[in-house]
């Protein structure tokens, strides 16, 4: 009996590895702008507005001042959480009614500084005073004033927790059989928060 389930199980867990379906990595060559240590000195904030009902993902949003002026207009971007720009704003390219782009961080001016890393369907939070960052598919870590602080050089790089990440320059995404994104790497290293590879 032991035999016949030990077989069920190998031949279960190489249907599994065997259904992978890899993903493609996107190259891209998209401008970035990086954020000067002038440009973490907090001016007036603005606040996100909608002409829709509710301030909610996926609805047209800009930018206000206190005095109600308009410095980021109607027409390029959707809400993605950002109800307060202080620094950046995470958005989502909206060039019309009908599409949706990318999933950005853009400063006062329109820059776009990187693109957004998801988690749980939104923008992904702050660990360790560092989030994920991507830039032309490659991963980095950018700090609250949306300045680059760990280049995005790696294919895959894990949330930092006691001041450390995983990270890998060598790395394969795939869908399980859930659909879910996993990761898989036979290199992975820690680095600290400067960078710099750990032993």
């Given amino acids: ?33 990086d954020q000067a240590i002038p440009d973490t000195v907090s001016t007036d904030k603005l606040e996100a507005v909608t002409d829709e009902e509710y301030l909610e993902y996926g609805v047209r949003v800009a930018y206000v001042n206190e005095n109600n002026d308009t410095i980021i207009p109607f027409g390029k971007y959707a809400f993605y959480g950002t109800d307060t720009l202080e620094f950046y704003a995470n958005v989502i390219e909206h060039p019309n009614d009908s599409t949706y782009g990318r999933q950005i961080a853009i400063d006062r001016n329109q820059n776009i500084l990187f693109d957004i890393v998801m988690f749980d369907n939104g923008p992904e939070p702050f660990n360790d005073g560092l989030t994920r960052v ?53 290199e992975w290293f820690e680095i600290d928060k400067k960078g710099k590879k750990l032993k």
């Fill in 134 to 186: 991507l830039r032309n598919g490659k991963m980095g870590y950018a700090n609250k004033f949306g300045q680059i602080v760990i280049p995005c050089k790696y294919d895959y790089a894990k949330w930092f927790e006691n001041g450390k990440a995983e990270v890998t320059f060598n790395a394969k995404e795939f869908l399980d059989l859930d659909e879910h994104r996993r990761v898989e790497s036979d």
């Fill in 1 to 33: 009996m032991k035999i016949r389930q030990i077989t069920i199980l190998i031949f279960t867990l190489s249907i599994a590895f065997s259904c992978k379906k890899y993903i493609e990595k996107e190259t891209t060559d998209y401008k970035y702008f």
